[in-house]
Every structure is written in structure tokens, then in C-alpha cells.
């Protein structure tokens, strides 16, 4: 078992009508928040309503700044470090998924920089402080509320980079599951299929197998990820699988899935962070896409021994040779995810074969930035079994 | 699955050679701690000796404060407290077991405490500040390291209680598997059982099955602890099975092994707490007494579902009749307790019979505490099953 640093402050009010506690956790923390939102998906459900209400309840001032983009754009977002230096929040309220919450947190730290906020993504400048943010989650996916990254996209450059700091932790973050019931069943998939490859980029990428217990959580939250979407399959509704996919997904990007790895590499989302910068595909439907291929890529290099013991312990698959079993363990999951609805070929998206060299090459830029040692034609290949 | 709270800032630093990281955790809270230790294990190991060294290279001032006893002692705590004041402490560094920790974090919070200590465990004053506390883990087993409880006993009243406080979550634990390698074999399982006796108490209490995701960190968990000591039973100084049993247990009990389910009872520990206090036994032989007869007497009343999924995926025992299933688990359990070395009766630990009303007479001061719906009645019978 590897040596590891945890540490994770955020505060999770988890169920059914946590939303009361807004106004509290928003006096803990400041006095006139940066509202954050998204398209409008949140004043449909009710629970925009809901929030203003109960702020204006309590004489909260606060600021509106909506409009974030899913592969949120970093132009909006240093919109929002203006608007919220304009009016002096003194803290952001983010409410919805990743994007939301990931813009909050830019803002959040962009505020209290001089310089531009992009340099966060390059490694030109580090976060030393950022403004207290609180977030109300609506989707099931990133892990963003319960954790210290952050992704942007840059239009121009078509660049979706990351960022870390400890000071981008959301203070609190209100997880109730039924903000996740009008959730469609495609992003309700794409949810699952991102919480789950959280868990396989370092479950997939360790280069032992001596952190017992790490194994049995990852396992253990892609069970309930699975077992949970197959009930939604059929009732769209049902609060307790929605709890639990919500739950396991906040864990399956928290570091407790990779502590005591040896190596825990991000390629797939450095790949897919090309495709949904370049072609705007939702992130998950991008990683539906580059998993069973970077599994086979694994498997023909004779990595096969975590994924046939993922596909004994989590699929089921009953065998003695690890070799056939991985193999069917990255057809199993394939099938399942189009079964779930989910893209499984570049094709599906209308990504030509031909742009294969160019995601590889964009790709490149992140997999250096994130020191992977991958080679751009490992990437091709990667593609390739993904075409 | 049960609305909840999480919140657990602990910082973990987990490895090899990590005591390193001692001076910078110290130097970021306070300048002059009280260095709390047990009656000198930590001399015979080196640690101690590591420890001074470091601190004097860094001219960091201390005074020390040793002899802390497992079951920590109300008066030993007191004249820790006594000393931290007299002596101008600003923070805490408890070097040892759960019992250590325990009385740091009580000595933490005494500080700044105007009136007895001791009203924080009868529920007569509220914890509201502590003096930053850092710990140096020497024994898996209480998971007092990443939690905010601590467990003292009042010698004169034969007293063994719990005090609650986020105020008692310590800053920083330095989790080492190395510190271990010196517990003995039947400390070893002591420590083991503790840790399955606390995900026990959440699992096997709960009323309802949809915390699917807790569930399945409770047995992966259990499976981790297990595994681990069977390897331990033939390699005591295998580096990793140490490794995983001291996260394990630190996981056991620092909330996620709990969140989502209904009903949380400590009814085990509620009696243990009693032979400790009056027998002075370890917590975790006290524990492996009392478990199995807890489990019979929840089969007896009907309650062997939990059992049962219990020895299905933790025990791999196999067949169809739940009942029958349940009772094998009870028994493959205790014989595990006694392969390891702990005692599974009261009367192996010279406990006699008639000592049962007594026990129980004194279990209801916790249970009622607690507030947990056991009648001395059914202590008894757990009792009597234990004999």
C-alpha cells in the first residue's frame, strides 16, 4: 500500500429537504451571495423558486449569475468574477451539476486573483485563497461538490483544462436526490458512466494490488452504481437508487477510490476532455465512448488481471481464464452502457476516423500537463478501438 | 436511505516514514504542545525517541504528559489538563493507541473548560472549543484518529462514557503501518475487533436494506480486516496487511461506515463498556465476548436477514435457508474470535455468571444516555448468551 495524504473538509447535508439549511450554511459563511446557475433547468423544477424564496425569507441580499454551459467557458466565468467584484459578494451559493459547481469554483478563487484566472489551469498560478463557496447539487456525475478540482473550457483554444486547490473545497454542499428526479434517463446514464470511470482511472492504472481496502471501495461503489441504474431503468423515480447513485458518485471523486494506489492516471478524461472541448459532446457520452476502448488497449498489452477481476467481483462473470474473462468483462460493460443509452463508438457522435490524429494531438497538450507518461500514438490506438 | 450529516475535516497523513511531517503539523497549529503518551511502549519501539529528536531539531518546547492507561482515566486526565495549563500549551500531540487519543482529547477540550471535564461526558456541558490536536496513530483499532469522540472512564464510579464534540476531530493524524508492527498478536485482534465491532453496530442495527452503498463499505471493510489478519496470523510483520487494517479501522468508525441507515445502535459497546470499567478487560476482548451473544439474540428475535447477507458476502458461506445461514455466520464468527485469540465467553476472561444482573444494572446508565430502547432485560439475555 502506497503512502497518501487525505483530507476533505467539505460538509455534506444529504436527503430530502436539506435544502432548509441554505440560509444558515449562507450565514455561516458571508453575507451577499453569488447566485450560480445554469440554463434555467433549475426555475423549471421549482427549485430556484425555492431558493430565492428562502433567501429573500431571511433578507439575503445576493447577486443572479446565470447561464453556465455543461464544459462550462471561461468567458462566462470571468463574467461572474466581474459581477460578483462589482457587487462584493462575499461568497458563491453554485446550484446545479459539475459545470455550475466547477465555474462557482473558478469564480470563487478568480475573485481574489489579480492575474488572469486561466492561469490556475496552466500551472502559471496557483489558487492561495478563494471565496467560501456553498453548492446545492442537481446532478449525479462529477464529484465536484465534494472535492478541490475544477474543469474550464477555453473557447478559443479549445482547451478544457483543470484546476486543484485545498481552497476550492465547497464549505457545505447540499446533496438532496430528489433535485436528481427530472434528471432524463440519458444524462441520468451519463452521470453513471462518469461517476464510474472516477473509480477506474486509478482502480484500471494501479501497478499493485495491495490496497485492499481501496479495491473494495471502488468495487463496492460500482456495484451500487450499477444495481442502482438498472432499478432507474425501470423507475425513474425511485429515491432510494437515486440516493444511492448520488452518494457513490460524490465518493467515486472524493480520493478515497485511489488511496494507496501506485499510479493513478486520468487518460481517459484527458482524452475525452478533446472530444467534448472540440466536438461540445456531454462528457459522459465521451467517456462511454473511450473506456471499453482504452480497456481493450489494456488488455491487448497484457493488463488484463484488474479488469477480469472487476468483471468477477462486479459483473459477475464466472470463469478461470483471466484473459477471456477481461475480455468479456469490456464487452459486458459496453453492451451495458448502450443499453443505458449511452454512445459506445466515435462513430455514434459522428466523429470521423480521420480527426483521429487531431484528438490525439489536443489530447497531448493535457496529458503533459498532468505529467501521464502516454505517447501520442498509445492515444491513437486508444481511439482507434474507440472508432 | 436515511437523510444525513458528514462532515470529517481530518487531515490523514498515511505511510512510511510520515512521522517526518510532524514539526510542519505542529509548527501550523500551535508552539509549545503537551505530548501525551501511554506507560512507554512508545520507548521500547524508538518512537519516542524519534519523536523528541525531530522536535528538539526544531527547538520546538514540550512537556510531557505519559501513563496514560487503556480505559483512560478521568484523574489522569485531569492532571493532563492541569499540566497543559500551568504549562501554557497551546495544542496537543497524543502519540499512542485510541486510549491516548482519547485522553488528549479530552485534556484539548479540558483546557478550555471552565467547570469539570467530566460534565461532557454525562451530558451536563457542551464541548464548544478544544485546543488543536494532533495525533501519531501506534494501534488499529478505535478509529478515534478521524472521528470526534472520546472515551473516558471515571474510576470511583466504575463510570466508562463518551463525549461528542467536532471540536474533538483532531487537525492532523499521522498514520504510520510501521508504528504497528510491534502490537502484539492478541492486540493485534483486539484491535480488529474493535474495528468489526464498530462497522457491527450501524450494519447489523439498521431497520431498513437501501443504504446499498454503505452496506457496501461495511463488508468490504469487514472483508479488508479479515483478510488482512489471516495473513498477519502468518506474517506479523507483512507491511501491508498492517497498512490495510489500520485504514480500515480508521474507516470503521469515522462515519461513512453508518451514513443513510436507520436506527444507529452502540449496544455492544454500550455493555462492553461496562466489563471494561468494572473488570478492566481490553475494549476489543469485551467485545468479542459480546458480539457473538448480541448476534444470537437478534437471530432468536428474528432478526437473521442482516446476519445471513453478512455471512453470504463477508464469510462466504453458501446455502438457501437464511436461519441456517445466519446461525453458521454466528458460530464461523466466534471461532474466528477464538483462532485469533480473543476470548468469546465471560467466562474465559473469569467473569462469572452472577455477576450478569450487575453488568446489566450498569449498562442501562449508557444505554439511557445514549438513548437507545434496551430494556435490562434483553441485556441479560445478550449477557447470558455470552456466558
Not at 478563494?130 to 478540482?149: F, I, K
Request: hydrophobic content about 40%.
Amino acid at each position: 500500500m502506497e503512502n497518501f495524504l487525505f483530507y476533505n473538509p467539505t460538509k455534506i447535508i444529504f436527503g430530502k429537504g436539506t435544502i432548509k439549511n441554505i440560509t444558515r450554511e449562507i450565514k455561516r459563511y458571508g453575507k451577499k451571495p453569488l447566485f450560480v446557475y445554469g440554463s434555467g433547468s433549475i426555475k423549471k423544477t421549482g427549485l430556484y423558486d425555492k431558493i430565492v424564496k428562502v433567501l429573500n425569507e431571511n433578507t439575503i441580499d445576493f447577486i443572479e449569475h446565470s447561464g453556465v454551459k455543461s464544459n462550462p467557458r471561461l468567458k462566462h466565468t470571468k463574467e461572474g468574477i466581474k459581477k460578483a467584484r462589482e457587487n462584493n459578494c462575499d461568497l458563491i451559493l453554485a446550484v446545479g451539476g459539475g459545470s455550475v459547481i466547477d465555474e462557482g469554483k473558478t469564480i470563487a478563487a478568480g475573485v481574489l486573483y489579480d492575474g488572469d484566472v486561466w492561469d490556475f489551469f496552466t500551472g502559471k498560478g496557483n489558487i492561495k485563497k478563494a471565496l467560501p463557496l456553498l453548492t446545492v447539487l442537481t446532478l449525479a456525475a462529477t464529484g465536484s461538490e465534494m472535492n478541490a478540482g475544477c474543469v474550464i473550457t477555453k473557447e478559443e483554444t479549445q482547451q478544457k483544462f483543470s484546476a486543484h486547490s485545498p481552497h476550492l473545497f465547497p464549505k457545505t454542499s447540499i446533496l438532496d436526490p430528489e433535485n436528481t428526479m427530472s434528471v432524463s434517463k440519458e444524462y441520468t446514464a451519463y452521470g453513471v458512466i462518469d461517476a464510474l470511470s472516477h473509480v477506474f482511472e486509478g482502480y484500471f492504472s494501479t501497478k499493485t494490488d495491495t490496497a485492499f481496502i481501496t479495491d473494495e471501495i471502488c468495487e463496492g461503489i460500482c456495484r451500487t452504481l450499477i444495481k442502482s441504474m438498472v432499478i432507474l431503468q425501470q423507475e425513474p423515480l425511485n429515491y432510494d437508487a437515486r440516493a444511492n447513485i448520488m452518494w457513490s458518485a460524490t465518493l467515486a471523486l472524493n480520493s478515497l477510490q485511489k488511496l494507496g494506489y501506485k499510479n493513478f492516471e486520468f487518460i481517459n478524461h484527458a482524452i475525452e476532455h478533446s472530444l467534448s472541448a472540440i466536438y461540445d459532446i456531454p462528457h459522459g457520452a465521451g467517456l462511454s465512448i473511450i473506456i471499453p476502448g482504452y480497456l481493450k488497449f489494456n488488455a491487448q498489452k497484457g493488463n488484463f488481471k484488474r479488469i477480469a477481476r472487476f468483471g468477477k467481483n462486479v459483473l459477475n462473470i464466472k470463469g478461470a481464464d483471466e484473459k477471456i474473462i477481461a475480455k468479456e468483462t469490456i464487452e459486458k460493460l459496453k453492451t451495458w452502457f448502450s443499453q443505458i443509452g449511452a454512445p459506445t463508438t466515435l462513430s455514434e457522435v459522428n466523429i470521423p476516423e480521420k480527426d483521429i490524429p487531431k484528438i490525439a494531438e489536443h489530447s497531448m497538450e493535457l496529458i503533459n500537463l498532468w505529467g501521464m507518461s502516454y505517447a501520442k500514438r498509445s492515444v491513437e490506438e486508444i481511439l482507434k478501438l474507440s472508432k
